[in-house]
């Protein structure tokens, strides 16, 4: 620095203040000069002489002397000395404090401490310290609660809207089923616990099991499971590879029995589909099957799904069946809904690939009818050519979103190989280039109930994208992650409690799982446990005059697994 620029040409305010009156009162500099020389102008000039003699301005001050005090408060002394209490060393203190807006030295905190007489911390693991190799808290262990230990609990949920749920389990006696079921528990959480818990992370939509980690610390998501918090990914992924495809298909049985004795499916029709739920790991054991929506062959476990057409529910879903096995799984369904039903009334309704001629001929045989499509070649094309015109008929389907609903269609009866004689039905002028060829063994039905029946089928096309989408089917990232049978079981489940919900909101009966969720699951809570009451309370949304006319909480107002308590729905 130049000390003579630094006198000549000062640039801080005050500095410039004190040189401009020494000119004037001490070098008698006119006024007007000492204004040019110093940037006033002749009236602030006048003005800050006036300052000056009143006493207004300071130009030097002197700081005081002596002791300051002590640079850290008592209280912040005192929240050091609490955190080293619950075993946090100065390192971890000073991390808390900075994230309160108070930046402490890890020096002056360990001085601190060794005042008041604390001795240095031992070398800790991660898992003692209570974090993660990645720096995150460590979770406590979940496990199941008693009823009495959940008194006086009072928490916040991020997903509370989860809780609208626990009516609809409870009416339709879920937990029963897990317990006729015998789904085995562990040593710290039961059966039903693990089974509220992957229900859970299903109805919220999570796409894969690890996004469990996001709830690790909601206490209200492991209410709705009865346990502190909800297990882990690891401990629910090890928990399904020890249920047995009996004990699965067992739970399933028992499931569809229950909601066939509430009258939730028709006896109308069934859709049939297969879907390959893909997985995209390297190294795999699992067999090539076909991908509709990939068009190719990908590994994955194939899935049979059997849809309910009037209430759109899944009826019967079975996983990892084997390239062998495909042709036979309807079979395997009509023995299933033989069980549950009693006797076979629905017409099943599948695509050309499901299964083979000599399959259908033994479900004629059975008195089972069904609708399908013929597999079709060049020469079925070919020979449609030989057909008058005034031989085909002109139809109606009844079809409010369908663009051509006028197509063309010639009824007759045909032989075919491995099967005898079956009804067919052509239909062209539908919208595509090739017509359709439908087979059937319903010989006196109208054939606009033929089309109608089979256009419906693309349903359980929907129910699939659905599955994928939101309940996220098609997450299989690995063959060991989460047994595949089990996940797509619990997935029917929700699926069908999205439609229990759907049907009690006035206006949203036909929405899809996603749509409920978004407007009327996805909302937190604050759940309070006293006595024998459960009060869940929401925050008022757009969507909530919906949830109230529903009156959720007054069709069954006691939670058995909850200690039977009664639960309270609330908004405010």
């Not at 040593?187 to 996001?214: C, H, P, T, W």
């Not at 009996?246 to 399933?252: A, D, H, L, S, T």
């Not at 054939?447 to 109608?452: A, L």
């Amino acid at each position: 620095m130049d000390p003579v620029k630094f006198f000549k040409y000062p640039s801080n305010p005050g500095q410039k203040q004190y040189e401009a009156l020494r000119a004037y009162y001490m070098d008698k500099v006119p006024g007007k000069e000492v204004s040019r020389r110093y940037g006033y102008t002749y009236a602030a000039f006048n003005s800050l002489k006036q300052k000056f003699k009143t006493g207004q301005l300071k130009f030097f001050v002197t700081p005081p002397r002596g002791p300051q005090g002590p640079r850290i408060s008592a209280e912040t002394r005192d929240k050091i000395i609490e955190y080293r209490k619950k075993n946090l060393s100065a390192y971890e203190i000073a991390e808390v404090l900075d994230t309160l807006g108070e930046k402490i030295s890890v020096s002056s905190i360990d001085r601190i401490l060794d005042q008041e007489g604390f001795p240095k911390l031992t070398r800790r693991t991660h898992l003692k310290v209570g974090i993660t190799k990645d720096n995150t808290l460590v979770p406590e262990s979940a496990k199941t609660l008693k009823p009495s230990q959940l008194e006086g609990t009072e928490v916040t949920c991020d997903l509370g809207g989860i809780f609208l749920f626990a009516p609809l389990i409870e009416h339709f006696k879920i937990p029963n089923v897990v317990k006729a079921a015998k789904l085995p528990g562990s040593a710290k959480i039961s059966g039903l616990s693990y089974f509220l818990s992957m229900l859970a992370l299903k109805l919220a939509g999570k796409e894969r099991l690890s996004q469990v980690n996001d709830f690790n610390f909601d206490p209200g998501l492991g209410l709705f499971a009865q346990c502190n918090y909800l297990p882990k990914k690891t401990m629910i992924s090890s928990y399904s590879y020890r249920l047995s495809d009996r004990e699965i298909k067992r739970f399933m049985t028992g499931f569809v029995e229950r909601q066939n004795k509430m009258k939730t499916y028709g006896n109308s029709t069934i859709n049939l589909d297969f879907k390959t739920i893909q997985h995209y790991g390297d190294e795999s054991v699992l067999e090539e099957h076909w991908a509709g929506a990939r068009g190719k062959r990908v590994k994955g476990a194939l899935t049979m799904i059997a849809q309910d057409c009037e209430s759109r529910c899944q009826v019967y879903v079975n996983s990892d069946i084997l390239k062998h096995e495909a042709d036979d799984e309807i079979l395997a369904f009509v023995k299933f809904w033989k069980k549950i039903k009693g006797k076979f009334r629905s017409t099943l309704v599948f695509d050309s690939k499901l299964t083979t001629y000599q399959n259908l001929r033994e479900l004629d045989a059975d008195n089972v009818k069904f609708i399908t499509l013929r597999r079709r070649g060049k020469n079925l094309v070919r020979d449609l050519e030989l057909i008058e015109k005034d031989q085909w008929k002109k139809i109606t389907i009844d079809s409010p979103r369908r663009k051509y609903k006028h197509p063309k269609v010639y009824d007759s009866k045909i032989e075919l190989r491995d099967y005898g004689q079956i009804r067919q039905v052509v239909m062209k002028d539908n919208g595509r280039e090739d017509p359709a060829f439908f087979i059937t063994n319903e010989m006196k039905a109208p054939v606009e109930t033929i089309v109608e029946k089979y256009a419906k089928r693309w349903n359980v096309e929907n129910v699939i994208e659905e599955a994928v989408s939101f309940f996220n089917l098609n997450a299989l990232s690995s063959p060991i992650l989460i047994k595949v049978y089990y996940d797509v079981v619990m997935t029917m489940v929700a699926d069908t409690l999205y439609y229990h919900l759907a049907q009690s909101l006035r206006g949203f009966e036909n929405c899809n799982a996603e749509r409920i969720f978004r407007h009327f699951v996805d909302m937190p809570a604050k759940i309070s446990v006293k006595g024998d009451k459960i009060v869940v309370k929401y925050p008022l949304r757009a969507h909530s005059p919906v949830l109230r006319a529903a009156k959720l909480d007054k069709w069954i107002p006691r939670i058995s697994w909850l200690g039977n308590r009664k639960i309270n729905f609330q908004w405010g």
